[in-house]
């Protein structure tokens, strides 16, 4: 519903956002009158059965939901107007269509064992950019679903299925009265026609993948189906809002005109720029994403450039290196030292994503001497965020001819200073931090909300964004430095063999 549209009848003003992220699932009340919002998170397992294989249990994820939905709601004396959901995207899960239960594992979108199968199907590259948006990559959906039919018992259970996260969840949480998948999700499978907004024939018989094992594609905001109690859920609440992670977070970014872009900081980092009701032909080294879908409105689509490692690289500085204790630590850490001391490092554990796709990268270190001590890695590290960046709005810029005006951030790594300063220094524009970090949520909120009328129009949501903090360029050499990290980025590149 845009700006200036009749919008229907206010409705209640408390919708739940249920978040499920890469390593956690939060649901979040959040008030149409401003008041605090009401939350609660819960981690689950990473599963990593080979190298390379990135494995989530969708039970557990689920027992997630119920566990936070419970516990948010029990602080909640009013109706609930809507539900709405975001998730992680291109995680695909097999399950029983009749009860919803999961056949094997989640294979997760940082997943690279199908890269081989990538590999042998570029010739049919063409096809996937024109139709899809997409490139070749193990992260999206499509081979997933291919291996898991070739590779696992899944295709002997007459009643299977296979989801991406959100249409597990909404099947779980309508008690199997629906299935379905918003367009944003749908356009992340590499098996959907991103202009006619349906699942391509094509596309599906290249990965041999029945359609009608796939959930019903819906637009992203508007009524799908209502909850049933299991005894933690209370029923009959609307489900109304869908978005992928990215799709969410540009929209509660307020990112209603084209020309806007965000960037999100989190377990990876993905800048989206608005590009409004055309589709635009596919473009070098970035991926054609639907942004969504509002209701019987057109679909907005948005360019995106994708970086697998950001914050994933804090947490490995944390779990895997013990650099830190808490993820908050690196900030202060990587502030103790004026640069990098000449340590550059590249977080390509998952691969390459935008510009370079390249799943045969893996991470390096460069430029350790006896001096480096773990204040210089952990900047590093940092810089690495800004960097990705960098290289995806260059190639964004130079693909659309349009450069970004300034650079809206959010996501857990937005907390720090340093990183959106030299962010800016490196991009030459500003970088603006809102008062709300959590744009994912609240863009599935309001997804939700338009639909059930608790905000009337997208120019009401746009009023409700604050600036924080901006931080503008200051007169800083930005080209040597990414020039040390381009050299870096180029001798992990094609690392190991395939």
Not at 310 to 338: F, H, K
Not at 371 to 398: P, W, Y
Request: hydrophobic residues 40%; charged residues 20%.
């Amino acid at each position: 519903m845009a700006g200036g549209e009749d919008s229907p009848r206010k409705s209640s003003g408390v919708v739940l956002a249920i978040d499920a992220g890469t390593t956690g699932v939060r649901t979040r009340a959040v008030f149409s009158d401003g008041r605090a919002s009401i939350s609660d998170y819960r981690e689950f397992t990473q599963h990593y059965p080979q190298p390379g294989w990135v494995e989530h249990d969708a039970e557990e994820i689920w027992q997630a939901v119920r566990a936070t939905m419970q516990t948010v709601c029990r602080h909640i004396d009013e109706p609930i107007a809507a539900i709405g959901i975001t998730n992680q995207r291109e995680t695909v899960v097999a399950i029983d269509r009749r009860s919803g239960a999961p056949l094997q594992r989640a294979i997760v979108w940082q997943d690279r064992r199908t890269a081989q199968r990538c590999d042998a199907l570029t010739d049919h590259l063409p096809a996937v950019r024109a139709t899809t948006g997409l490139v070749l990559d193990p992260y999206f959906s499509g081979s997933k679903v291919e291996w898991l039919l070739r590779n696992t018992e899944v295709a002997d259970n007459p009643n299977l299925a296979f989801a991406t996260i959100d249409a597990f969840l909404i099947h779980r949480l309508t008690g199997g009265g629906s299935f379905a998948t918003d367009v944003t999700n749908a356009s992340r499978t590499m098996l959907f026609d991103i202009r006619s907004l349906q699942w391509s024939a094509e596309m599906c018989d290249m990965f041999g993948v029945d359609r009608a094992m796939l959930p019903e594609v819906v637009p992203s905001s508007g009524r799908i189906g209502a909850t049933v109690s299991d005894g933690h859920i209370p029923a009959g609440i609307p489900v109304s809002g869908v978005a992928g992670d990215q799709q969410a977070a540009l929209f509660g970014q307020a990112c209603f005109t084209p020309g806007s872009a965000k960037n999100t900081y989190g377990t990876g980092s993905f800048v989206l720029l608005n590009v409004g009701t055309t589709c635009p032909e596919p473009t070098t080294g970035m991926l054609t994403t639907v942004a969504w879908k509002l209701g019987a409105g057109p679909a907005v689509y948005a360019l995106e450039g994708a970086i697998f490692v950001t914050g994933a690289a804090v947490q490995w500085l944390r779990d895997g290196l013990n650099i830190i204790d808490e993820s908050r630590e690196i900030g202060p850490l990587a502030e103790t030292v004026p640069d990098a001391g000449g340590v550059v490092v590249v977080p390509a554990f998952a691969g390459l994503g935008s510009p370079w796709w390249d799943p045969y990268a893996r991470g390096a270190i460069f430029g350790i001497t006896r001096g480096t001590r773990r204040a210089h890695i952990a900047r590093a590290v940092v810089e690495s965020m800004v960097f990705q960046t960098r290289d995806v709005i260059d190639a964004m810029t130079r693909a659309s001819g349009v450069p970004i005006r300034d650079l809206r951030v959010d996501g857990g790594a937005a907390v720090m200073n340093l990183m959106l300063q030299m962010q800016s220094d490196q991009l030459g524009v500003d970088v603006v931090r809102p008062t709300e970090l959590e744009t994912t949520a609240i863009g599935a909120a309001y997804l939700a909300g338009l639909a059930e009328g608790v905000w009337g129009s997208t120019d009401e949501i746009a009023s409700r964004w604050e600036l924080e903090r901006r931080f503008s360029p200051r007169n800083a050499d930005r080209d040597a430095a990414h020039a040390q990290w381009l050299r870096a980025v180029e001798r992990s590149r094609d690392w190991i063999s395939h």
